[in-house]
């Protein structure tokens, strides 16, 4: 069992920055490549971003790429995502999840999520 806990989500000016923590209980965090969702209101929760159990791969979606980076700390068990230059478009509760394997972009390939923290972007 892994317990994620999501925070850094806040309101922001576009063009503005914002640095989410997701923070894992248990020892197995290292073993999981990791990553970050979104969800608009009205809209189905999409892939952001993930970052392999080591920290050498990411990959993100198209829309974010060139302004958000996802990193991680395995010694604290902590994954991120540093979020630049926000846009209006970046509104969403912003979740992170432990990768079982499969598509890193599909939902079905996480297993365990945080409860979301909300970023919102005024334009």
């Known amino acids: 069992q892994v317990q994620l806990v999501e925070s850094g989500g806040g309101l922001v000016q576009a063009g503005g920055s914002l640095r989410l923590s997701c923070a894992a209980s248990?020892?197995?965090?290292?073993?999981?490549?990791m990553g970050w969702f979104r969800q608009a209101p009205g809209k189905e929760r999409e892939f952001v971003a993930t970052?392999?159990?080591?920290?050498?791969?990411?990959y993100y979606t198209d829309s974010v790429k060139g302004r958000f980076t996802i990193s991680r700390d395995n010694a604290k068990n902590t994954v991120y995502l540093q979020m630049n230059s926000l846009k209006p478009e970046d509104t969403a509760i912003y979740y992170c999840?432990?990768?079982?394997?499969?598509?890193?972009?599909?939902?079905?390939?996480?297993?365990?999520w945080g409860q979301g923290t909300q970023v919102t972007i005024s334009s």
């Open positions: 999840a432990t990768q079982t394997g499969g598509s890193y972009a599909s939902i079905r390939s996480y297993n365990y």
């Open positions: 970052i392999s159990s080591g920290g050498r791969s990411t």
């Open positions: 248990g020892r197995t965090f290292s073993y999981y490549a």
